[in-house]
């Protein structure tokens, strides 16, 4: 079984994670190169299997209560035709918890939000298989092999810096849009925990994003992806390679082939892995796996 280390909202960075204080200063985070048998039937790779949904859906998306940090679920419809992500370690259903696998877009989600809570809004689903509700099908091209989508800006230098944390962030969701946030630190109190003292869950970023397009089209090449997009995404360097229409604006994300693990105590035994990518011509990561038990 997978270690499931649960913070307060999710295990990855996006979400957020539970304050006690201060972060104390520790010496740089060493990284370790990952061979390619790390990929071979690993249970902490984030891994997805990508469904095309036959119906309107009902999911859940979880956020929490600025006023306390208790857990508050709100339901959606997701239409027919969205494309979703599930854990690719389960086998027998379609389950997906926010962390590990690639999130819905803020468009599908906005209906939802309110300014009394905060949080992505975590998509959660559980689908026993097989199912008429889905299809399998093939990873869409705009898609990150592995992980949740969300890439962090400064790349080897901010996984270094840990657990210093002050990346924004460049997330490609599953039904394909590219959202942008900037880093927005936020402290809420938290009375929820069952624990003695003061308690405060800190968020990196706000709920909507700062910057958000439709990916119209995209292409691969090696070990480039090309995005395609009719507007300009703030926050990212795109090339414009069109003067009008839906292909106007086109985003390079290379993929370095250079996957790196070391040491981060927000994911399971105390461990992760993240595959390193040039994105508009700089430095992005994502975390790709955590240590198993």
Same mark, same amino acid.
């Given at each position: ?22 972060? #104390?200063?520790?010496? #740089? ?233 070391? #040491? ?30």
């Amino acid at each position: 079984m997978k270690k499931q280390l649960i913070t307060l909202l999710t295990l990855g960075l996006f979400a957020g994670i539970l304050g006690f204080g201060g972060i #104390e200063a520790q010496a #740089e985070t060493k990284t370790s190169p990952v061979g390619s048998d790390f990929f071979k039937d690993n249970p902490g790779l984030f891994s997805n299997h990508y469904y095309r949904l036959n119906k309107k859906t009902k999911v859940n998306l979880l956020y929490r209560a600025k006023t306390d940090s208790r857990v508050i679920i709100k339901s959606t419809y997701l239409p027919k035709g969205t494309v979703i992500a599930a854990e690719g370690f389960y086998k027998k259903q379609a389950f997906a918890q926010g962390y590990a696998t690639a999130d819905i877009s803020y468009h599908l989600k906005r209906k939802t939000v309110s300014s009394k809570i905060f949080g992505s809004g975590d998509l959660h689903f559980k689908f026993k298989l097989p199912t008429s509700r889905l299809t399998r099908i093939k990873r869409p091209t705009y898609a990150l092999p592995y992980g949740s989508g969300v890439l962090q800006s400064g790349g080897l230098t901010s996984i270094h810096a840990l657990p210093t944390f002050n990346s924004d962030a460049l997330k490609i969701t599953s039904d394909g849009w590219l959202e942008y946030y900037r880093y927005n630190l936020q402290q809420y109190p938290d009375t929820d925990t069952g624990l003695p003292g003061n308690h405060t869950t800190t968020v990196y970023y706000a709920t909507k994003p700062n910057s958000a397009v439709k990916i119209n089209r995209s292409l691969k090449k090696g070990a480039n992806v090309y995005l395609y997009t009719s507007k300009r995404l703030a926050g990212v360097t795109q090339k414009k390679v069109r003067h009008s229409g839906a292909y106007k604006y086109r985003l390079t994300v290379h993929n370095n082939h250079k996957p790196v693990y070391y #040491e981060d105590s927000a994911y399971g035994d105390d461990q992760a892995a993240s595959s390193i990518y040039t994105v508009g011509g700089k430095q992005y990561y994502t975390v790709i796996a955590q240590g198993v038990n």
